[in-house]
């Protein structure tokens, strides 16, 4: 079979940040984090049922990814301390964090792309 698949799984945060500098951003504040991770996989690649990677996993990668940074001020996590936790840079994180997962999965699926919001208008894209 030719051709790609892309399967998304999503899973939300609430979380605050500072961004020194950064007009009003620079006041401690806090968002209601979405973020939707994508994967792709060679339609070649399906399991025996069909699948490329159950849903279930993928979910359970975006709900590990972020896990620690529930109800957490980012900027005290090691993760942040040489980067500030904006928006491009945590689905960065997140995207780093997928692929370590992804690479103990048979199907050989990888990140396509990273979607976070951190308003319900305001949304950062990343692709690796
Ligand atoms: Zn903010």
Redesign the pocket.
């Known amino acids: 079979m030719t051709g790609t698949f892309h399967l998304s799984a999503e899973s939300t945060f609430a979380a605050a940040?500072t961004?020194p500098g950064v007009d009003m951003?620079a006041r401690m504040?806090g968002?209601n984090w979405r973020v939707r991770i994508t994967v792709r996989i060679a339609a070649s690649r399906l399991d025996g049922h069909g699948m490329g990677v159950d849903f279930r996993d993928l979910e359970r990668y975006a709900q590990e990814a972020v896990a620690d940074f529930e109800h957490r001020y980012l900027n005290e996590l090691p993760v942040f301390h040489d980067r500030p936790p904006t928006a491009e840079t945590i689905a960065r994180v997140v995207a780093e964090r997928v692929t370590a997962a992804l690479a103990a999965h048979p199907s050989g699926a990888t990140i396509a792309e990273v979607e976070l919001w951190?308003m319900p208008q305001y949304k950062v894209t990343y692709r690796p």
Do not use: G, R, S
């Open positions: 940040h961004l951003c504040h968002h951190e």
